[in-house]
């Protein structure tokens, strides 16, 4: 079984963009489930169930959805071979732009849009920058001059990865994008594999529930911001 | 010299790129007399956590970007002369039997009810289609097979595409957005080609522009002539698509001739019928397939003046309307 993460910002279409490739996937005969990780709510499996596939919902709660994956996905993993699967499909959001699903020996997909701005891919960190696939979507809103400063955008945050155009309304290059995925790595097992980057650091008093203000009550790994020293006038 | 041995000072006077680069992830190192490489490991671990990767992948990422650039200064890539659709079948699987031979600075017209598969057949040229697409169309470029890594470069987009739904949404003035586009495309003389792309679309435009005016604050007509100057000398895709021009605030035949000088391959989706004998041939899309190719002929060409004079006709009506007059009297 092939197991590849997507993952991106909220909003960017991923949701969207894996219909597209299941569809195309369908289409071609090949065995195809989804997962999907979210924080609080989700919806979006009835969709992927109304393509007739399997499909896993995991929510994650007041944990970081990036870190429930990891501790989740080789039981998800175990469910695909259950159902006889070619393709596991697993979308993630990204919530913080720092933490990131991708796996080593993983094929790994980021879907980014050209609604964010041209200064955005470097803002994303290793969702981005560590994904072999980078997906853009909503081309066709935004001018073409637009299309090409933010592929060179992204080009100079991850120049390694293959960057590919998808609308996720019209299904244009979902089936392109599907055809990509015929070539990722099969996956037997992931013990002891290894996250392409780590999940950042949270382990202060308020990843364990306080909610007070103030010092006293902060403990654990903190960080303080650097405030720049300009002259009041 | 490997660029982990050249100094910071070297590397930020001779190689922008390398700052730019740098300046993504927020490095700028404040002494600048120290090698690349030893600069980026007396680095703490936890900058690069933060940073959100790791050294070696931060080098890689590096090299990798600017051998790209080299190689898109150097202009590598073949250049397009010709695109040749090879027909596949349409939805019903019939074949389509066409070769189509589409040149450098030709306007063809698509024509088919919504639906019918113009996007598809977009998505075929864009992906250089061999056999692999539902279409089972082919591809040629300059009647050969293209290389498939070339699908993925950006410099080698076949496709740039224009449609009423394209909206400008970044916060910057013309001038800015146009200088953006040029550098990404590494142009040598930005202000010349900024310069030359506004004096062109305020000539396709009604109401003229600056240099000045926000990108948001253009109004339909002018983001439509500035959209259409800035990929006519700007883009790389020798393909354009125009997914109808409205009949406002711009000069249709006058975007249309500044794309074919500029040698483009224009591909116009339309159904206004001054637009589709404007060009010199239009491609009939029926269930997903080429259905026909018809070549405009000589008759249609005379028509086309007839059809301008009616159109002028209206856009009579439409300015007397915008003066406040009464319509009382159609012409």
Known sequence: ?233 | MNILERTMADLYENMPQVSLFLGDYGLDPLERGIPLGLWLESLPEEMYEDIGIDMRGLVENLEEYLLQQQMLQSGHLPAVEEITVIGGRDKGGNPEKVRLNLKRGSVTSIVGPTGSGKSRLLADIEWMAQCDTPTGRTILVNGEKPDPELRFSLEYKLVAQLSQNMNFVMDTTVAEFVAMHAESRMVDNIEGVVEEIVTQANQLAGEPFSTTTPVTSLSGGQSRALMIADTAFLSSSPVVLIDEIENAGIDRKRALSLLVRREKIVLMATHDPILALMAQQRMVIRNGGIHRVIKTTKREKENLAVLESFDNRLLALRTRLRNGELIEEVP
């Open chain 1, 1 to 233: 079984m092939k197991l590849v993460t997507i993952s991106g910002p909220p909003s960017s279409g991923k949701t969207a963009i894996l219909a597209g490739v299941i569809r195309s996937m369908i289409a071609s005969g090949i065995k195809v489930g989804a997962l999907k990780y979210d924080c609080l709510a989700t919806d979006d499996d009835t969709l992927f169930r109304s393509l007739g596939v399997p499909v896993q919902t995991g929510l994650s709660g007041n944990l970081c959805p990036d870190h429930y994956f990891v501790s989740n996905i080789e039981e998800c993993l175990d469910w695909g071979f259950r159902h006889g699967l070619d393709f596991l499909l697993s979308e993630s959001a990204g919530l913080c732009n720092r933490c990131a699903p991708h796996i080593k020996g993983v094929l790994a997909v980021c879907v980014i849009d050209n609604l964010m701005g041209a200064t955005t891919p470097k803002k994303i960190g290793p969702m981005l920058k560590y994904a072999d696939i980078v997906v853009i979507t909503k081309g066709d809103i935004v001018s073409q001059a637009e299309r090409e400063v933010f592929a060179f955008q992204v080009r100079r945050a991850n120049p390694k990865a293959r960057i590919m155009h998808v609308n996720g309304i019209t299904g244009q290059g979902a089936g392109e994008l599907a055809s990509q995925f015929l070539h990722a790595p099969e996956t037997t097992c992931l013990d002891g594999s290894r996250l392409r980057f780590s999940m950042p650091a949270a382990l202060c008093s308020y990843c364990l529930g306080e909610t007070r203000i103030g010092m006293e009550h902060q403990l654990g790994n903190i960080k303080r911001i650097k405030l720049k020293e300009e002259p009041i006038s």
